[in-house]
């Protein structure tokens, strides 16, 4: 069965400090690996991977992709309140005819002032 | 371009009761992906169809669950005879034709049931 995990599931710092947060996946047929941050309502993307090695940037994050390991691994730097939120790893697997994402239980990371 | 629009928001149901949510792609997707978010946990695949076909239903229960996505109008996810362990947030997620390759799905605010 197809699988992804994240950890920590909860992570707690203050403003200013720097995250890491992981994620690991067994699937069949792996495609791509897409992480979210949800915050009170709908998932919003992040990135997506495709090669292992090639770090993707968006501001204060990265994102880089370990196929051979089959992890990933999500960073914030410089963390604000604003990034508190659930960040979801999905990874683009086969289904039944077609491919489908699967999600691991995201990780709950809280920003104190 | 209005996103992903999905209703109701919040519904509250009582045991047995049935209970319809209804998903409007974006404007040029056609494939609808439904999730289940169970509190503090991630998102669990249900279906996915494209216009009046199912793809993949493996993550949707056998019984008392179904969904459609007819040639006019939204999506629904019926869920018939609701039990408590249904309460949790449904939420949709498009694409264009392209498929999830492209890498992006654009998520509805979710559909949250409570079942009392």
């Known amino acids: 069965e197809d699988k992804v995990v994240q950890s920590p599931l909860s992570l707690v710092v203050h403003e200013g400090d720097t995250v890491t947060l992981n994620c690991s996946y067994e699937?069949?047929?792996?495609?791509?690996l897409l992480w979210y941050k949800q915050e009170k309502k709908a998932p919003t993307f992040l990135f997506m991977l495709?090669?292992?090695?090639i770090e993707k940037k968006s501001g204060r994050l990265s994102s880089i992709l370990d196929k051979k390991e089959l992890f990933s691994i999500l960073n914030i730097t410089a963390t604000q309140t604003g990034d508190s939120a659930v960040y979801l790893c999905?990874?683009?697997?086969?289904?039944?005819?077609?491919?489908?994402?699967?999600f691991g239980q995201g990780t709950r990371l809280t920003i104190n002032p | 371009n209005a996103g992903v629009m999905q209703n109701p928001r919040h519904l509250v149901r009582r045991r047995g009761q049935e209970a319809r949510l209804r998903c409007s792609p974006m404007?040029?997707?056609?494939?609808v992906y439904w999730y289940r978010q169970l509190p503090e946990e991630g998102l669990k695949f249900m279906v996915y169809?494209?216009?009046?076909?199912?793809?993949?239903e493996s993550g949707m229960p056998k019984e008392r669950f179904s969904a459609e996505f007819p040639k006019e109008g939204p999506s629904i996810l019926r869920i018939q005879q609701v039990v408590r362990g249904d309460s949790a947030a449904y939420f949709c997620?498009?694409?264009?034709?392209?498929?999830?390759?492209?890498?992006?799905?654009?998520f509805g605010e979710g559909s949250r049931l409570t079942v009392l």
């Open positions: 999905a990874v683009v697997a086969q289904g039944q005819g077609a491919q489908k994402l699967v």
């Open positions: 699937v069949t047929n792996f495609r791509s």
């Open positions: 495709t090669s292992s090695g």
């Open positions: 404007k040029g997707h056609s494939h």
């Open positions: 169809l494209q216009k009046e076909n199912i793809i993949d």
């Open positions: 997620a498009t694409n264009p034709a392209g498929g999830i390759n492209t890498g992006e799905l654009f």
